[in-house]
C-alpha cells in the first residue's frame, strides 16, 4: 500500500511540479565546493520477478504473440488487401494464415542469412517452410503490399512522420508497458540501419550502422526494453514547450522515465541527456541517476585542468558538490580525463581495475572511482539489445523506410520476447534455455505451420521408386509442442514399405507405417493404442 502511495505521489509530482511550480537552478546561481558529499542513497539489491503461473510453460510463439497481438495481424491483412485494391493490382486476399507464414519467412531468412531472396526457393536446398507455405512469387507480391495503415485515411493536422508505421510500434510498446522494471536502467539511442531518401535520416558517429532512423529507448541492465520513442526532429510525445524548457535531451528522458513503475531506481545516460536541472528533478523523483557530462552544460566546475590532470597519472580523480548538494560531479584520468555527474555517487569507495599500459606492454592496476563502477555495470542495455538484434536481423534489400522499420519492429519483438523468456527460466532456477538463434527459429516455424493444413507439392508426383526411398530416409524430427497441439491439417497417412517405422510417441515401442502428412513422423493407429490422438492431444488441456 505504501509503495502504491509513494508512485502516485511520485507520478503527481511529474505532471504538476515539473512544468510549473519547480524553480531551476540559473547557470549563474551554480556554485560548487570540494567537500565530501553527504548524499544517502538505497543500496543496489538482486532483482526479484514474480513469474506468473500463466507464463511458466509459455512457448516462444506465446512470448512473440504478446508483442504482435492476433489484432495487429488482423490489421495488417485488412490494410494490405486494402493498398492492393486501392491501386488496382491484381492480387489474391490475404489471410492471417498467410501474412503469420509471411512474418515467419522474413524471421528464418535473418536467421539463415541467405545471400539472395530468390536462393530460399532453390529446390537444390530443400527448404521445405519456404517450399511448402507459398511460392515465391506471391512472398514478394505481400512484400510490395504490405501495409498497417490506410494511406487514404491519414489524418489532415498529422504531424507523425512515422504514421506509416505507428500501429506495429504502439502495438509493442503496451506490451513493454506491461512488464516489471529493473533496478538498474539506462537511456541510449539505437539505430535501425537505412541509407535511403528519407527526411528524417539521421548521422550518429561510432555506432557500428552510423545512418539510419533513431529511437530512444529505455532498457534494463539485462537489454530488455520497457519503452521507447521514435525521433523524428520534432517528438510528437512531448510538446515544443517542455522541449525548450528542458532541452531535448532531458526531455526524452523525463518522458521515459514516466514508465518506472517502483519505489526507486537507478538511471544510467550518457553526456547527450546530461543536465544540471535533470539531475536535479530526477532525485525529487527519488531516482538515482548518473551519467557522462560535457563541461559547458556544467558552469563554472573548479576541475583542474587536463594538461595538470595528466601529470597526477592514471587512476587519479576529484570530486565537487554543488551547494544545495543536488550534484556531485567527478573528474577521473584514465587514457584521457573523464567527466561524470550523479545525483547519489561520486568517487566513493575506490576499488582497482586492470588496463592496458601501451608504453610497458603490460596490464597495470589502476583506481577507479565508485561513480565510473556503477555507470560501467549498467550503462549497456541498449547497447545489449542492439548487438541481439543484429546478430539475426531480417534481410530487406528494398529501399523502402517502411519496410525496414516494419521488420526492426519484428527484430525488436522477438528480441524482447527471448529477454523476456529468458528472465523467466531463471527466476525459475532452470538451468537449460534456448538460445537466441533456436527462439527465433522456433517463432519463424510456429508462424509458418500453426494453424495451416499439409501443403500439396507443386508439379508432378515422382515415379521413381528409388527418389521416394531416399526421401524417407531422412531423419524424422519431432516438431514442435505449439505446432502438433494447434488441431489444424493433422491429418494420418500411410506408408506401404517393406519396413514399418518406429512409433515417436514416447513410451511407445511399437512400429508402425502409419505417419502425421503435416508433422512428418509415425504413429501407431491399432487397436487398444492411439498414439497418432495422443501425439496430437497432450497438452492441450493445461493450455
Known sequence: MMTKIILMHRTQMLKTIIPSEWVFSEKSDIRWRR??????????????????????????????????????????VEKTNMYALQHGKTFTPTNVTEIKAFLGLHIIMGCLKYPRVRMYWDSALHLDPFVESMSRERFFQLRSNFHVIDNFARPENCKDKFYKVRPIYDCIRRRCLELQTEEELCVDEQMIPFKGHLGVKQYCKGKPKPWGIKLFLLCGRSGLCYDFLLYQGDTPEISNKFVRKFG???????????????????LYFDNFFTTFNLLEILKIKYIYAAGTARLCRMPNVPFTSDKDLKKKGRGFSEEVVSMNEALIMCKWFDNRPVVLASNFVGCGSQDEVQRWEKSRKTYVSVSQPEVVRCYNHAMGGVDKIDMLISMYRIFIKPRKWTLRMLFHAVDLACVNSWLEYKRNTESLGEKETMDLLHFKMRIGEALVKMGTSTKVKRGRPSSDLQDIKAKRARTEIRPAPEIRNDLTGHFPGYHDNTEASRCKMPSCKNKTHVFCEKCNVHLCFVKGRNCFKMFHNAGCNNR
Open 35 to 76: 567537500k565530501s558529499p553527504t548524499l544517502q542513497n538505497t543500496p543496489i539489491g538482486e532483482d526479484q520477478y514474480s513469474v506468473q503461473p500463466s507464463e511458466c510453460d509459455m512457448t516462444p510463439i506465446e512470448y512473440f504473440s504478446e508483442y504482435i497481438s492476433h489484432a495487429c495481424l488482423e490489421n495488417m
Open 248 to 266: 531535448l535531451g532531458a526531455s526524452i528522458v523525463l518522458k521515459l522515465v514516466e514508465r518506472i513503475n517502483r519505489e526507486h531506481a537507478y
